[in-house]
């Protein structure tokens, strides 16, 4: 049989101390209709079995290990240092709580070049495990968690709820968001990194 052709995504999966959750996302990553290119695992210093997680999808998935040697707390910081390691084209995100439908990559990938558009946006639904202590319920089960894209509603500040695992983006443009702003994700945000970074996309010259 011919060798599998990966599209040209690369996808940065920030975790700290949730193997188990990582696992989840990993599979997910692993099912997917259409595999990515490279599965980057940036590591916030868990110094647990997060490693043996991530090994143990050998040779699955394309996946890199990388452990940053200062634990920093910060999302943002995990996630920008996934970019600087990427190899691809095209960038999409996965927290290690999150998991995908198995054809996110494929639509959104399809939407990406087939709009000639910088960034694509998916919608999220929120599943509530009832068993899992790991999960804070917030909202009802199946409820839809991040409404429809809305720029105008970025750029006010208004509310607009952003997932960064509903992401998917052009290396191109996220280095002119990086330009224009001065860097990748804010690294100094403990909180609402995801909500900042697409405020900036969006006040942005791009039209996102």
Known sequence: MPPMIRPQVSVIVTTFRRP??????LQSIAQQSLQPHEVLVIDDLSQDETQTVVSSFN?????VFHEVPTHS????????????????????????????????????????????VPLVYSEMEYIMAMDDPALTPHLPQGQKKCRAWDRSLMASGKENWIDSSCMVHTREAVEHVKS??????????????????????AQSELDA
């Open 73 to 116: 707390g910060r999302h943002t910081f995990t996630k920008s240092l996934g970019i600087v390691l990427a190899h691809s084209p095209y960038i999409a995100y996965l927290d290690d709580d999150n998991e995908w439908l198995p054809n996110h990559l494929e639509i959104t990938l399809e939407v990406l070049k087939k709009g000639h």
């Open 20 to 25: 188990a959750l990582l696992k989840r996302a």
């Open 59 to 63: 040779p699955i998935l394309p996946v």
């Open 180 to 201: 224009i702003t001065g860097y990748y994700w804010n690294k100094d945000r403990l909180r609402f990194g995801d909500w900042d970074f697409m405020v900036r996309w």
